[in-house]
């Protein structure tokens, strides 16, 4: 009911940046949050960032001051602006969308195929 189509990943040094973008396929984008997700080799996948319809956000400790999750409504997109990347962001990252609880259509969580983000040292 929902595709989320991830891009912007890419290999970037120590310091760089990257904008990761999330384009939702939906006619009612404003009933979902929109969070960010990553999994490292081996580890399990946590998350990164999220915002809510009312643009509200939230972020993992490890990226605060780092990282901006932002949200076009217009465009049914959500982005990711990545500053000061280091090492340990590696990491595929995952677009997810959270049904609002007051639009009980379809499923509660969709997910995006993920994007690369590797940085090297």
């Known amino acids: 009911q929902v595709q989320l189509v991830e891009s912007g990943g890419g290999l970037v040094q120590s310091g760089g940046s990257l904008r990761l973008s999330c384009a939702a396929s939906?006619?009612?984008?404003?009933?979902?949050?929109m969070g960010w997700y990553r999994q490292a080799p081996g580890k399990e996948r946590e998350l990164v960032a999220r915002i809510t319809s009312g643009g509200n956000t939230d972020y993992v400790d490890s990226v605060k001051g780092r990282f901006t999750i932002s949200r076009d409504n217009a465009k049914n997109t959500v982005y990711l602006q990545m500053n000061s990347l280091k090492p340990e962001d590696t990491a595929v990252y995952y677009c997810?969308?959270?049904?609002?609880?007051?639009?009980?259509?379809?499923?509660?969580?969709?997910w995006g195929q993920g994007t690369q983000v590797t940085v090297s040292s």
């Open positions: 939906t006619s009612f984008f404003n009933f979902y949050a």
């Open positions: 997810n969308a959270h049904r609002d609880i007051t639009f009980p259509v379809g499923l509660l969580d969709y």
